[in-house]
């Protein structure tokens, strides 16, 4: 039997997630960046909040989900090469918004995987404009 974790456990899982997929996409790698451009997002303008790698026989397959400043999500699957990193292949990237309701409270989880990514985004953001700021 897994281990049982209350709602408040759940959500700081969550968000400890979306945070370190966040940190991995402030380096925006060149693959990130080209797909974001070729969709006219812009990459200043966003945060990764989901990122998986599975590698693959061709190269290493990144999805992920990115969350724009107008509070789009975005899901990939792009094919990149471990040699060159650069990228092979858009298996998908779509505009999935209306898969990820914005919900504070859901019966039993708290609050859904959209409401905990906005509030990163906005934390971010804040904190963004305070370091801004204070030079």
């Not at 094919?79 to 019966?107: C, D, G, H, K, W």
Request: glycine share 6%.
């Amino acid at each position: 039997m897994g281990i049982q974790r209350n709602v408040q456990q759940q959500a700081a899982e969550t968000q400890t997630a979306i945070r370190r997929a966040a940190c991995i996409g402030a380096a925006l790698p060149q693959w990130l960046r080209s797909a974001l451009q070729e969709r006219a997002l812009q990459p200043q303008a966003g945060l990764l909040v989901r990122y998986f790698v599975v590698p693959e026989q061709e190269g290493d397959l990144h999805t992920g989900i990115w969350l724009t400043d107008s509070l789009e999500f975005w899901e990939f699957e792009v094919m990149v090469s471990r040699t060159s990193r650069q990228m092979l292949n858009v298996e998908t990237f779509i505009n999935a918004t209306v898969s990820y309701p914005v919900v504070a409270a859901l019966p039993g989880t708290g609050p859904s995987f959209g409401y905990l990514a906005r509030q990163v985004l906005h934390e971010t953001r804040d904190a963004s404009i305070k370091r801004t700021r204070l030079r």
